[in-house]
């Protein structure tokens, strides 16, 4: 099968909360520090695909409930990806990774429009591609994008990285102390149990076409390139 990669390929996601620190804005050091472990595993020879959230900025449902109109509150939402995108590249770059930025909504002059085609080309080259914008399309989050851009540019993988946890668990942890820490689940189990993995739609949509997904901590200092390289850390998801 052709599609099949040679290499390892992956998609990291990392949230907004990640990009601002759990602050508004750009939490600059954060982004370093993840920007150098993601070098450490591109020169190890991984293939790594990322997908920016954007809720350091904007979210979308929050903004409408202030009175926005939803859906032009989403696209707020979207254009704050991108800031976090530009964010990543600029380190990522500093660190001598050669980056492209792909956007679901065109702005030609910060970023390539999404071209799947193009993207795995990049991918082949050892070039990250980073993916803004999430869909381009409102109602949708970034979860749901991850798992689409996952499947369409052939990831084995889409890794979840976490703040405030390191895996799932059945409750939650900081407020649950009988929540027990889970080394597999299936997404029929996520989803019923609304475990926080990831939204519901992105979950069906990683079932539905079978792709594996790994659920992670993002703060002990390694881990990101630990999950990029392949080592069994943090929860696996399967259908
Ligand atoms: N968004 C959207 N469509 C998408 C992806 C994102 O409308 O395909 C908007 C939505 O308003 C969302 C915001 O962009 O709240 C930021 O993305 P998200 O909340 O997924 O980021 P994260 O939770 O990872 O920080």
């Not at 190890?44 to 449902?61: I, S």
């Not at 202030?66 to 707020?76: K, S, V």
């Not at 795995?120 to 851009?149: N, W």
């Not at 499947?151 to 668990?169: P, R, S």
């Amino acid at each position: 099968d052709p599609t099949i990669p040679s290499h390892r390929r992956v998609l990291l996601k990392l949230s907004g909360e990640t990009f601002g620190g759990g602050d508004v804005g750009l939490a600059a050091d954060v982004v370093q520090r993840i920007a150098g472990e993601i070098a450490v595993a591109v020169r190890a020879g991984v293939q790594v695909a990322v997908v920016c959230g954007g809720g350091n900025f904007f979210r979308g449902a929050e903004l409408s409930q202030r009175g926005l109109d939803r859906a032009r509150a989403d696209y707020m939402g979207m254009l704050g990806t991108v800031m976090n995108c530009l964010a990543l590249q600029d380190f990522l770059e500093q660190a001598g990774v050669s980056t492209r930025v792909q956007t679901a909504i065109a702005m030609g002059q910060v970023a390539e429009p999404y071209i799947p085609l193009r993207a795995i080309r990049h991918l082949e080259k050892g070039r990250v591609v980073i993916f803004g914008a999430g869909a381009g399309m409102p109602y949708f989050s970034t979860d749901t994008v991850c798992v689409q851009r996952a499947l369409e540019t052939h990831c084995q993988e889409v890794l979840m990285g976490k703040n405030g946890v390191d895996a799932v668990y059945t409750a939650d942890p900081r407020k649950d102390p009988k929540a027990e820490r889970l080394e597999h689940l299936t997404y029929t189990e996520a989803i019923v149990g609304d475990l926080g993995v990831m939204d519901q739609t992105a979950l069906s949509m990683a079932r539905d076409n079978d792709i594996a997904m790994r659920v992670f901590g993002l703060e002990e200092t390694g881990n990101v390139t630990r999950a990029l390289e392949g080592e069994k850390i943090g929860t696996l998801v399967t259908a």
